[in-house]
């Protein structure tokens, strides 16, 4: 069976309808028996010998000359690597585009069906987006879609991104506001509330209590976090506090301290992430340090406008998963927090 190319498609005619889009789920019906692929779609038939031809093309031309002028271009093998592994797990999939599916998402170059169904039913498993190792990822591009990274060696590794929901009941009662010394890149509670620790979680105390020291020492994070709430007093206000941070860490400081006060004010206890390689290590609740659960996700905070390397993101989520965690990434945007969870699947 021959196919030929029309306006930016391939166009197969014969038993097409019936062969290819009712039992198998490619393309897309035109008039008659007719049926309209895109390139990836064409080339997965031709490899299969399902297509003898497009246009004369064979598939060995047809995948080197990027789809014959159809589409495709220099990331013609990526697409094809990533259909072909979905198809090979049993999937139906179509291109995330106008005519194959109905609102596609930019960025998205698949919408995978789950197993048993395909473009007939109402029904999505995965939006996919492909991306080539020594390629970049806009963080501002993942969140709800599924992530393809091919490798050297053709083979594909998936990551399910999402936005996550923070419910968090980590609280406490706050009393008149108390005074520390703000020092060269932390701070010192010298006569700290009983709840500042044991049960909000802030700061790590000085020595041990049998010894006769109270002091809760507190990181410039926490530190500028409580004096924002008036729990916390130190000489020069929050703006000595933010001064010191940005002398430290330069602007990163600000952004870690933006995300650390939205997930406090969300009721989630940050604590350092950097046994762990992140920013933050986090829990959802904390009725006493001394009954102190595991921490249930880690936070890297990137600057606005981030893009990943692939290997980087990979060793992250691999490590996160070593720890049985979640990983989060945040950016601060327009005074708000940006999140996205990013974990490996198998689909």
Known sequence: MDARTEDGRVVVGGDARQRFYDARGYGYPLEGNEIALSWVEAAHLLLRGDLDAVDGAAFETFLR????GVEGGDRAALTFLVYLDLRE?????????EEWVDGPREGVEFVVYPRGKGPADDAVAYEVRVVGERESVPASALGDCTLAIVDEESEVTYFETGTPEWEGSAAFEREAP???????????????????????????PLGKRDEGVDALQLSLVETAQLVAAGALTVDGGYDAVVERGRAVEGDRFDRRLQVYAALRERGIVPKTGFKFGADFRTYSAVESVDDLGHSERLVRVVPPAFAFDPRDLALDVRLAHGVRKQLVVAWPDDGAVEWISVERLTP
């Open 178 to 204: 108390t005074e520390a010394t703000l020092l060269a890149d932390r701070a010192l509670c010298w006569e700290p509330p009983g709840a500042f620790y044991q049960q909000a979680f802030y700061g790590q």
């Open 65 to 68: 000359d990027g789809a014959g």
């Open 89 to 97: 797990r049993g999937f139906y999939l179509s291109p995330a585009r």
